[in-house]
């Protein structure tokens, strides 16, 4: 199996910067596109931005030109480095990543979620 933990929410004001890590632990397992999604109450978890190992990204229409995803192959880590934050970006942040996992055989192709961070835009 693996575990993602993520790190870096907090409150912060408008117009302020955050940076978010998640990473990735487990006996044996090998990763491929990773990614950040985010809920607010009463909403459907929606994609915030993704990686692939190749460095390839893709973003969110809404945080296009604030945020900016990156990740760390070697320490099994992705960040977002969130600038220009605003109120609307208040959101419980999920880490997620493509992949599998060791057990005896390797596993099917999974989706595996961290517990989330919360992030929280006000003045």
């Known amino acids: 199996q693996v575990q993602l933990v993520e790190s870096g929410g907090g409150l912060v004001q408008p117009g302020g910067s955050l940076r978010l890590s998640c990473v990735a632990s487990?006996?044996?397992?090998?990763?491929?596109?990773m990614g950040w999604y985010r809920q607010t109450p009463g909403e459907q978890r929606e994609l915030v931005a993704t990686?692939?190992?190749?460095?390839?990204?893709n973003y969110a229409d809404s945080v296009k030109g604030r945020f900016t995803i990156s990740r760390d192959n070697v320490k099994n880590t992705v960040f977002l480095q969130m600038n220009s934050l605003k109120p609307e970006d208040t959101a419980v942040y999920y880490c997620?990543?493509?992949?599998?996992?060791?057990?005896?055989?390797?596993?099917?192709?999974?989706?595996?979620w961290g517990q989330g961070t919360q992030v929280t835009v006000s003045s």
């Open positions: 997620n990543a493509d992949g599998r996992h060791y057990s005896y055989i390797w596993s099917d192709k999974q989706n595996y």
């Open positions: 487990g006996r044996r397992f090998s990763l491929n596109t």
């Open positions: 990686i692939t190992t190749g460095g390839a990204t």
